[in-house]
């Protein structure tokens, strides 16, 4: 059975001593054997946040990184200081990036070759538009995602590789797809992987879903067969994060 995986996306929100406030009200009910569980933090954060985690079994992670190892890229960080500063995970392919910052396909297979080369656990994400939606070629468009971010991706990195299905017309909106549309997507993409690959990534990948996930719906999400837990935004930054970790 695959193990769910449940990642606070906190984006660009809490300062250092908010950090610290957060984490105290979070940790101890978030800590779990039951689901891997990731703060996904801004990099400021970072060394706080694994100061405040310790003696718990959260995993700590980042929001973005640089697919090169030092240089002149000023505002960047690179993997090695990610894990240096004591994170694991790093979030690729996020629709903000995307389109806000203009990462494209490219830019974001360089990102998973290089956090699977620097020991980074990558959480790559991947989504469709509500008018991809609505004109019916979401499909097409997600397909296109992960083929060109797995590009020279090994067998042994695509199993250590999270995948985050986050509709985008469902981030930040208050709207989710139903559990039986985000089970459509998941399973899709798993049947991908499984081209891609083979029937034994196809089972053991781990695939989230993302978009407006609370406690409300986290269970009924959850507990379909393709879908490995959640990538949470906003309610990440909440203490009914702690529900959605527990949703049993």
Not at 114 to 133: D, M, N, Q, T, V
Not at 153 to 166: F, G, K, P, R
């Amino acid at each position: 059975m695959r193990k769910k995986i449940v990642a606070g996306n906190w984006k660009m929100n809490m300062t250092v001593s908010e950090t610290k406030d957060l984490i105290a009200k979070l940790k101890d009910k978030c800590s779990t054997n039951d689901v891997d569980v990731v703060f996904v933090v801004p990099s400021i954060d970072v060394t706080t946040a694994k100061e405040c985690l310790k003696g718990t079994n959260i995993k700590l992670g980042t929001q973005n990184f640089y697919y090169e190892d030092k240089g002149a890229f000023t505002g960047e960080i690179s993997a090695k200081m990610i894990l240096d500063a004591g994170a694991e995970y790093v979030i690729i392919g996020h629709s903000e990036r995307r389109n806000i910052f203009k990462e494209d396909d490219a830019m974001i297979n360089k990102k998973l070759l290089k956090a699977h080369s620097s020991g980074l656990k990558p959480i790559l994400c991947c989504g469709e538009s509500l008018e991809l939606r609505e004109k019916g070629t979401y499909k097409d468009f997600i397909e296109k995602q992960i083929k060109s971010a797995f590009e020279n991706v090994s067998e042994s990195d695509a199993l250590n590789t999270v995948i985050a299905y986050e509709p985008i017309w469902a981030i930040g909106t208050g709207k989710t797809a139903t559990s039986d549309e985000a089970e459509e997507v998941c399973k899709f993409i798993r049947e991908i992987i499984g081209k891609l690959y083979n029937d034994n990534v196809k089972s053991n990948i781990r695939i989230q879903y993302g978009g407006s996930v609370n406690a409300g719906n986290a269970r009924e999400l959850f507990e379909k067969e393709d879908i490995d837990g959640g990538l949470v935004g906003g309610a990440s930054l909440k203490e009914e994060f702690i529900n959605i970790v527990n949703y049993k």
